[in-house]
């Protein structure tokens, strides 16, 4: 036989020609169906009937009986099997021309939607996707087979141009599957459906995750409660509860609850929900900060009739004994403990185990006015380590009278610390900023001010006073620096605004020039633009030998010389206010520079580094009207701050430093709820939970649901050569 062909291409159409006889020698006898004339029949019969042995011969038959019966009910089905042919030789073109002619001369016949299917795949095959959605798009799936029906919209799912229209190509693709999986299938062909089944909706997921929130909504409307519409109601409301939109999530959430299907779905419903009632928890304690001028009003929190006993450990040995024993005077002085400092000379009787000479050091003066207390505290000393810092808490929590325990200070004896605590079952009132410390863990709380509460109140000031739009930040690169740039970058974001500046600079630098530069526009110039900007240089060398009014008139000419293509010239300031997270000597070399570089209108922000009387005397005119946080502030008019100022210096002599007021309050926490009649563990955890706008010695305090405490620190502006207070 002249035309050969493989023994498996042999099969293909031996199967092929089955399909067709079967479905030929129906075309006949269906109740009111339109009759195919003998003659017809006898002649389409017989050219198949050369199949498979002489494959020439059936050609040459089929095309003559379209020759003479081009109108015939079987016209079609003799292309298709020509077709067939065809690509069974090698000979695509040719088969993709009598696919053709089905669509021109046979629109209406039975084989019409088959062969439009079969040409989308092949255009799409030659990567001519536009032509395969022409032919799809005016597909009819209910005249193909339930097989080719899932072939096209797969296809169309490959060549959909939007996410809704893959939406409902997946979603019906989706169906048909499941449908067929439900049918007595052979446990190949299960397994098939299965995995296809599989891949569908892992497409779906996928797409459910990539497309925008509008995209989702519209596509989540067109499924009408059909599946993946529960997927998808708990995507839009995850980003609802992710943006912090609590309004947003609590109604996407209550329709979700009517949409999602099957236990999976269901439990992550469950979560959601139970995200949000803890997101919801959590803003109403954002809620809790106001200043604390505005709480002036209000009584101080009651601690007289606290009784009971708090464990204490701190460093009050080693590299950081100074800041323990400021914080152990802050306790000391909260706890009210000594009936007469002056006849009390055994610190064993009033501090039980505690190392003698540390606490001594930290004992009120002997001019001291005479207190009286309830309170029984027992100090042990961490000496800045880890493991002596847990191995105290364990011994501590021994004792079951103890109800709370106070500090650590810093990261690594706090954690250990926190993790014997809840270990022990001991509510640990840790002195700390690591805000991961109370992370899976009910008994440990964290009251220290941290850097992002710092940060948090600049940029709030900045948005709601200032007004400000677009920020910018100049930090040093260290460890602090990139850190507080983060914090600023994130809360400038979270309220909408725009970082459109950031620069950075060595820390051992004394000229800051460059880094300065950077931000406004010096960094990328072309050659022709530094041209024009010698050229206004020049000008402005030459208004100096001006009078007043013409040097003005010139200078004001020079800066509108554009570049030399028509875009504004360095400096370009397009801040409104500017972070600086620098100590204040630096400030104050910084900040002349800025005002050379002619930025001026501009805030100025910084943390409580900026917080010395030197950057007044120093920095001056350059610092004019900035903005700065801190923790404490001890020259506060506030009764808060100015009662403990007052009782610290006359019981100690000397002055409080953060530290101290920072365990002052803290251990006032712990008081507040033994005064209120919690007198075990789990009241005091309870009520340290509860706490909403405590106020104190370094500002506001909120408790968190996850034991951390969120600060509201002060407020201040330079304002000639003091520090105003601005809250």
Not at 112 to 134: I, M, P, T
Not at 354 to 376: F, G, H, T
């Amino acid at each position: 036989m002249a035309n050969r062909i493989g023994a498996q291409s042999w099969l293909v159409l031996l199967s092929l020609i089955g399909l067709a006889l079967g479905q030929a020698g129906c075309a006949g006898f269906g109740s009111g169906e339109p009759q195919v004339p003998r003659e017809q029949r006898a002649a389409y019969d017989a050219a198949m009937g050369r199949l498979p042995a002489d494959t020439r011969g059936a050609i040459a038959s089929l095309e003559g009986f379209l020759d003479l019966y081009p109108r015939s009910l079987l016209a079609d089905d003799a292309l298709e099997q020509l077709s067939q042919l065809a690509f069974a030789a090698g000979r695509e073109e040719a088969g993709r021309r009598y696919l053709g002619q089905i669509l021109a001369n046979h629109p209406r016949g039975d084989r019409a939607a088959s062969a439009r299917l079969r040409l989308a795949q092949l255009e799409y095959g030659r990567d001519k996707r536009v032509a395969a959605r022409s032919l799809l798009e005016p597909l009819d799936l209910e005249r193909l087979s339930r097989t080719d029906q899932r072939a096209a919209l797969r296809l169309k799912a490959t060549l959909a141009r939007t996410p809704l229209e893959r939406l409902e190509a997946l979603t019906a693709l989706r169906a048909r599957l499941v449908e067929a999986s439900r049918e007595g299938t052979d446990p190949a062909s299960a397994w098939r459906l299965r995995s296809r089944l599989g891949s569908v909706d892992a497409e779906l997921d996928t797409l459910t995750r990539r497309a925008a929130t509008p995209e989702l909504e519209e596509m989540l409307g067109s499924l009408r409660g059909r599946p993946p519409a529960g997927a998808m109601a708990l995507e839009l409301s995850r980003r609802a509860l992710d943006a912090g939109q609590l309004d947003l999530a609590e109604r996407r959430l209550r329709r979700t609850a009517d949409l999602v299907r099957g236990e999976l779905e269901e439990a992550e419903l469950r979560v959601l929900q139970e995200r949000l009632v803890r997101l919801v928890e959590v803003a109403q304690a954002e809620a809790a900060l106001p200043p604390l001028r505005e709480l002036v009003g209000r009584p101080m929190p009651r601690t007289e009739d606290a009784r009971g006993t708090i464990g204490v450990v701190l460093p009050l040995s080693g590299d950081f004994v100074d800041y323990g024993q400021e914080s152990l005077r802050g306790i000391l002085l909260a706890a009210d403990l000594f009936t007469d400092p002056k006849a009390e000379s055994d610190t064993e009787a009033v501090l039980p185990g505690s190392p003698r000479e540390s606490v001594e050091q930290a004992l009120p003066s002997r001019d001291a006015p005479v207190r009286r207390s309830d309170i029984k505290l027992v100090v042990r000393d961490s000496e800045g380590d880890p493991g002596k810092a847990a191995a105290a808490v364990r011994e501590l929590a021994q004792d079951p009278s103890l109800v709370a325990i106070l500090g650590p200070i810093f990261s690594q004896e706090s954690l250990a610390a926190a993790a014997a605590a809840e270990e022990e079952g001991v509510p640990l009132v840790a002195l700390s900023t690591r805000e991961d410390l109370p992370e899976e863990r009910a008994n440990a709380f964290r009251t220290r001010t941290t850097p992002k509460d710092e940060v948090a109140v600049l940029v709030d000031h900045a948005f709601d006073s200032l007004e400000a739009e677009r920020f910018a930040v100049l930090y040093p690169r260290t460890r602090y620096g990139r850190g507080m740039r983060k914090l600023y970058w994130e809360a400038v974001t979270a309220r909408g605004g725009k970082m459109v500046a950031a620069s950075s600079y060595d820390p051992e630098a004394v000229d800051f020039a460059s880094a300065i530069r950077n931000m406004i526009g010096y960094r990328f110039l072309s050659s022709l633009e530094r041209r024009a900007l010698e050229e206004r240089s020049g000008l402005l060398r030459a208004s100096r030998r001006l009078e007043p009014e013409e040097q003005a008139l010139l200078r004001a000419a020079a800066y509108e010389v554009l570049g030399p293509e028509g875009d504004p010239l360095p400096p370009i300031i397009d801040f409104d206010v500017l972070f600086v997270p620098d100590a204040a000597e630096t400030i104050a070399l910084i900040a002349p520079g800025l005002a050379f570089h002619e930025i001026g209108d501009v805030g100025l922000l910084g943390p409580s580094d900026w917080l010395d009387d030197e950057l007044l005397r120093v920095g001056r005119r350059h610092v004019a009207g900035a903005v700065i946080s801190s923790p404490f502030y001890p020259e506060s008019d506030l009764p808060f701050v100015a009662e403990f100022v007052e009782g610290y210096r006359k019981t100690f002599a000397r002055e409080p430093d953060m530290y101290a007021a920072e365990a002052f309050d803290a251990t006032n926490l712990v008081l507040v709820q033994l005064s209120a009649g919690r007198e075990d563990r789990d009241g005091v955890r309870e009520g340290l939970l509860d706490t909403r706008a405590f106020p104190g010695a370094t500002g506001v305090l909120t408790m968190h649901p996850n034991g951390n405490a969120r600060r509201r620190p002060f407020l201040l502006q330079v304002s000639g050569r003091r520090f105003r207070p601005l809250d």
